[in-house]
């Protein structure tokens, strides 16, 4: 890992690839994970000629904004940072969950322009439709869970309220977790409460999605929540060039699961 100190406080970030590419991609990681969880991804896009960055978010390992905002704010400064210091001459942003959104926001404001997109189930909660009772039920669902996260901080069902969030989004149960992992987790349950409400909140009034004309990679399992599944179908309708590939018998932890396959998807798109 390497640690850069900066004007907004400092970001930690792994690294993979050529030095000297000027194809760059830069890893966003979803909420609860960390930029460990994208290496293998990072590895095999590294191994494909990419120099391939993945920083922290705000408040994962090292990396800490220290300017006042939301988390979702935080993030994207990170994400900017990153940007504007390593871009090449071609230059793919990768995003997963919240990373995803983190990712959408990076490219409707980006420090330096991005070429290529690439969103596997981004939590982009503004592309729902609030008339559609289906977006709605799907959104509530997630609303649920994380209000049963902060009703529980500080009390004995604390880690009951955030393994059924966990387990929710993921692929393996609570219990197979490694407990190294578990016990982060559950030591930074306020900072993850607060953070999966932005996420749910949306952050913003509104985004210009139809604005967004870089080239555009959706990716998403077949085994995902619904909700995931629903902001997928929305975005396909309002950005105006994208692409869709859903990697069967993957969920929503697809590229920390079968990193090779989703790297696979992202080679064949940028290509």
Do not use: C
């Not at 001459?89 to 420090?111: D, H």
């Not at 902001?231 to 969920?251: F, H, S, T, V």
């Amino acid at each position: 890992m390497t640690t850069h100190h900066v004007d907004f406080g400092q970001v930690e970030f792994l690294e993979f690839g050529e030095e000297g590419s000027e194809r760059v991609a830069i890893l966003l990681h979803a909420a609860a994970t960390g930029p460990g969880s994208l290496s293998r991804l990072g590895k095999a896009l590294g191994d494909a000629g990419y120099r391939v960055l993945v920083p922290a978010l705000h408040r994962y390992g090292e990396t800490w904004v220290v300017e006042e905002g939301s988390p979702l704010e935080r993030n994207q400064r990170v994400a900017n940072w990153v940007l504007e210091t390593f871009a090449g001459e071609k230059t793919m942003v990768f995003g997963q969950s919240m990373g995803g959104l983190t990712a959408v926001l990076t490219a409707l404001s980006p420090a330096r322009a991005i070429d290529g997109l690439v969103l596997y189930e981004p939590m982009v909660m503004r592309a729902l439709d609030p008339d559609d009772p289906a977006d709605m039920r799907e959104r509530d669902w997630d609303r649920a869970l994380v209000d049963a996260v902060e009703r529980a901080l500080g009390t004995d069902r604390e880690e009951a309220a955030i393994s059924a969030f966990i387990e929710a989004w993921n692929e393996a149960s609570w219990q197979d977790i490694p407990a190294a992992a578990r016990e982060t987790i559950l030591k930074d349950a306020p900072g993850l409460a607060r953070e999966t409400r932005a996420v749910n909140d949306g952050g913003f009034s509104s985004l210009d999605l139809a604005g967004l004309k870089v080239p555009t990679l959706l990716l998403g399992g077949d085994a995902s929540p619904p909700l995931a599944g629903r902001i997928l179908d929305r975005l396909e309708r309002k950005l105006p060039n994208r692409r869709r590939e859903i990697l069967a018998g993957l969920g929503h932890m697809g590229p920390v699961m079968a990193p090779s396959r989703v790297a696979e998807a992202i080679l064949e798109h940028l290509e």
